[in-house]
């Protein structure tokens, strides 16, 4: 048997006259706010409108072009190689290195195009032979160089006067490539007794021959150099005579 409840009844509100006790009228629904559009529609921030905004905004596709330029570089095969964009010329260092080796014949053409790269690598293996002997030499060899190419420039061109053109550039570069025969005495001196007669008489030898290779060299590139060519050659010795000073000692 089913329970039967009483519901009281629903009374609904006028519309706001409550004295009224007409019929109720339904609300029609009123649109929601809109604020105006901006007449410039070229702007699309100052416009209210979702979708105008998102069309106007949005970013075309950037186009790049699917091939490259003829006669471009088309990937790591064209590159040169790495010494030659620094300016390492292998083949030239070595044909200089062996024109140092012959000092009965110097080959001065080789040496007109002045570099240090060869300079730099004999000096490393110098500061490294001393090293091998316990001497640590290498900013002592870099600064004696830099201090001895002023010197023989300096001589150089107070001896030719106003006519010398021997450049303070090659004239590092000669000192470098013609320090070899010093460098090999190094090596050679790992190998000898110290303080002996032995190693006294392959300095004698090996400073003569840097000196000989060294100023023949400098009075075949610089002008007006043959005319003093014992007091190139004594400058030269000096220099030759220092570094070998620290092989012996």
Request: charged share 10%; with cysteine.
């Amino acid at each position: 048997m089913a329970k039967e409840f009483n519901v009281p009844p629903v009374i609904f509100p006028s519309g706001g006259n409550p004295a009224g006790g007409g019929p109720q009228q339904r609300r029609l629904p009123t649109a929601p706010f809109q604020p105006p559009r901006s007449s410039n529609a070229s702007i699309p921030f100052m416009s209210f409108d979702v979708n105008s905004a998102a069309a106007s905004t949005s970013f075309s596709t950037p186009q790049f072009p699917s091939t490259i330029s003829v006669g471009g570089p088309t990937g790591f095969e064209d590159e040169p190689p790495l010494l030659e964009e620094l300016g390492i010329n292998t083949k030239q260092i070595y044909q200089k290195t062996i024109s140092i080796l012959n000092p009965f014949r110097i080959n001065a053409r080789l040496h007109e195009d002045a570099d240090l790269s060869g300079p730099f690598l004999f000096l490393m293996a110098f500061g490294l032979f001393q090293l091998l002997a316990g001497k640590l030499h290498f900013g002592i060899l870099l600064g004696w160089v830099t201090v001895a190419s002023l010197f023989l420039y300096i001589v150089f061109n107070m001896l030719a006067g106003k006519n010398g053109n021997l450049e303070l550039y090659r004239c590092v570069s000669l000192i470098g490539y013609c320090i070899l025969p010093i460098v090999i005495l190094s090596a050679v001196s790992l190998f000898v007794p110290q303080g002996g007669v032995v190693i006294m008489v392959l300095m004698g030898l090996f400073v003569i021959w840097s000196t000989r290779v060294c100023a023949c060299l400098l009075v075949e590139l610089a002008s007006y150099g043959d005319e003093h060519r014992g007091l190139i050659a004594y400058a030269c010795f000096l220099i030759y005579m220092l570094f070998s000073l620290l092989v012996i000692f």
